[in-house]
């Protein structure tokens, strides 16, 4: 199965991208420390129309946001927690009792971020070290993060085909996403040390959002019998 990307969706990923570098990255820290995107960030996102085009759109357009923070992505796509914003959920999120494949490809496209941005933090922090792959013992695996790239490659795979409609549907994108996602936190945490656990790090934030936005449409479970029903319907 291959799966091209059109310009006008070339574009837009590239203007979220853009967009995400220039309001979230600067104000990530600010975010998942309060669980609050601030009105003005928030008001400019929401302009940028996510919902606004295909549901193809949509997931790149949240990748991209969730790449730079995953907390303000999922407050777009879903909506504050109920009674606030607070810190429920994934940083101000409530959680989804019912999630709609709407809710479900937003999700899935959190993961993708959350996976991507990993990923691009142990690249940078391996080649600031000047690390290259060794055969010795006790050398940093570094075959995890190809591994981990890969997987996530066919997890972007997976949630575009399912966002337009192809190959497979929402509840099994959502599960492979968010399972390559934590995958490739876990090789980045593994390639980085100890260093990835500090407070208000990236990989920091990646390790407990990673497991949140798991969480935040149901226990994986409801969410593996839900793309089984969709498989043998």
Known sequence: ?????????????????????????????????????PDDVLQQLEQAGVWAHTALDAVLALEALATASASAATRVALGPAEGGEGLAGLRGVAPIQAPTERQQLAMAAVCLGLGRAALDQALVVTRRRGDRPAGEPGAPPHWLLADAATEMDAARLLVHAAADG??????????????????????????????????GSVLERCSRDVRAAALLCGAEDATRLQAADALLT
């Open 1 to 37: 199965m291959t799966f091209d990307l059109t310009p006008a969706q070339t574009q837009r990923l590239s203007d979220f991208r853009a967009l995400a570098a220039r309001l979230l990255a600067p104000a990530a820290a600010d975010i998942d420390a309060t669980g609050r995107v």
């Open 166 to 199: 192809q190959g497979t549907g929402p509840a099994a994108a959502l599960v492979f996403a968010c399972g390559a996602a934590g995958r490739a936190v876990e090789a980045a945490l593994r390639i980085v040390g100890a260093e990835a656990y500090r407070q």
